[in-house]
């Protein structure tokens, strides 16, 4: 099915529709691009801190090696996964094949959960550098939450850069797609200055000590990881608007993941080797310290810059990947079919784009203090989806042999139940007593909150 129209979004001569109404028109490297901006975004710039103080420098590169190694694995089962069945929604499709319609509906809504925290993550994280980059701001007290002030104007330039991102995605997914190729150029950009000065001035003795809290604190350092490496389950979503051979999907989704973790390793580094612990440890931005250290004020400056980016990207991506996880559950009735609705001309999915913007331009009015309430509640929910990923892979594989799989993963069934047995213990890591438990009451109340909603709109469909 095709249509004539310009090239701004919409349907053009070489621009197809995809069987749910979707324009296929991403090419290979804005796929890349959308999955690499997604899981940088703000994490590499504000939770790199927070990771070595709960492991140390060594630690944090151990927790990051190590929960890296299974994300990949995670990446390369939905690789399979994407690969033979390449359709809106990712997740939903491979829990619906596998499982049926309740577990295909709390896997979805769990991965949307995920995404919506990123985006809400991201309105609060930008007014934030914000501040960095003008400090004028900070102006109208409205109130406080959890000891931290908010500010009217900063809430404001939350709310409305939400609202802008939302009008952008919905305007198509090709515009949205060009927007995150060329910020993530600037991210790029940030990382090789800061790269250039670990070079130049980093020390090896300041990665003392190598190790914080013992393997407990390895362990706490893991449980940040998954948040930091959303973002590759972006192209599953997209899958019906790639316009790329099945394989090469799957390709691309697991090489994504791998330069995710090697640009993870390397700002540790530099952050580890340009700053002492005590400088760690008393700084609000250590990545921006530590370039900072390296190039003076310019190189933080710059820094800055490729953070800002890094929100746009990651914000950018999780509004794309959100929206059609959503619109899939609509399109199936498992939600509101309001949520399943295109918009008539750029084949975009408003309403859920409109759901999920509105969240976004509430969220900066929670404050600072919700950054961390959205990294670990949107983690614990990130990892009951993988479960039910790796389940699905498990299921299929041994129902449907036959079923065409132009990506195959190394060691099929086996690498199939490490996965699950992985994901397993990484969402333990978020239950009371473990050393990443999710904080009562506010992250506890985010989860149950948002899963409640689900059942009351799961219910209603039916």
């Known amino acids: 099915m095709t249509n004539s129209a310009p090239d701004n979004g919409e349907p053009g001569p070489r621009r197809h529709l995809s069987d749910h109404g979707l324009v296929r028109t991403l090419r290979q490297w804005e796929t890349l691009a959308l999955s690499f901006g997604a899981m940088i975004g703000w994490s590499w710039v504000v939770l790199i801190a927070p990771l070595m103080q709960r492991s140390g420098s060594g630690g944090a590169l151990l927790a990051t090696l190590a929960a ?41 809504w769990a991965i949307v959960f995920a995404y919506v925290s990123v985006v809400a993550f991201e309105a609060v994280a930008l007014p934030t550098v914000m501040t960095h980059l003008f400090p004028v701001l900070g102006n109208g007290p409205l109130w406080q939450i959890g000891g931290s002030d908010v500010f009217l104007d900063q809430a404001l330039i939350g709310a409305g850069t939400s609202l802008l991102l939302t009008w952008v995605n919905i ?21 090789l200055a800061l790269f250039a000065g670990l070079g130049m001035k980093g020390e090896s003795s300041n990665m003392s000590p190598l190790l914080n809290n013992g393997l407990r604190g390895v362990f706490a350092a893991m449980a940040l990881v998954p948040f930091m490496l959303v973002g590759f389950d972006i192209i599953p979503q997209t899958a019906e608007e790639i316009d790329l051979p099945p394989r090469r999907i ?33 700084v609000e931005l250590a990545t921006v310290s ?64 409109l759901f999920i913007g509105i969240i ?103």
């Not at 305007?171 to 990382?191: D, K, Y």
């Not at 993941?257 to 008393?282: C, D, F, K, P």
């Not at 619109?327 to 949520?339: E, H, I, Q, T």
């Open 250 to 282: 799957g390709l691309l989704l697991v090489l994504s993941i791998v330069v995710a973790v090697a640009w993870y390793l390397l700002i540790e580094l530099a952050v580890g080797m340009l700053l002492t612990l005590e400088q760690r440890n008393s």
């Open 360 to 462: 976004g331009a509430l969220a900066p009015f929670l404050g600072r203090q919700a950054l961390i309430w959205f990294v670990d509640g949107g983690g614990f929910g990130l990892m009951i989806a993988y479960i039910f990923v790796c389940a699905s892979f498990v299921v299929l594989r041994r129902r449907e042999p036959q079923l065409t799989r132009p990506f195959r993963l190394p060691g099929g069934q086996a690498t199939g139940v490490f996965g699950l047995v992985a994901s397993v213990v990484m969402a333990a890591l978020y239950l009371p007593g473990m050393p990443a438990a999710l904080v009562w009451p506010q992250e506890w109340l985010l989860v149950i909150a948002w899963f409640v909603l689900g059942i009351v709109l799961f219910r209603v469909s039916r």
């Open 290 to 353: 530590a370039a900072e250290a390296a190039w003076g004020r310019t190189g933080a400056l710059l820094l800055l810059c490729g953070g800002v980016a890094g929100i746009l990207t990651s914000w950018n991506g999780f509004l794309v990947g959100g929206s059609r996880a959503l619109f899939a559950l609509g399109d199936s009735g498992m939600v509101p079919r309001w949520f399943g609705k295109l918009h008539n001309r750029r084949h975009t999915p408003v309403n859920a784009l």
């Open 68 to 108: 890296g190694f299974v994300i990949v694995v995670i990446g390369a089962i939905y690789a399979e996964l994407t690969a033979a069945m390449p359709e809106v929604g990712g997740e939903h499709v491979y829990s619906l094949r596998a499982m049926g319609r309740n577990a295909s509906f709390v896997c979805t």
């Open 171 to 191: 305007r198509g997914v090709r515009i949205s797609a060009m927007l995150q190729a060329i910020v993530v150029v600037v991210i790029l950009l940030a990382g």
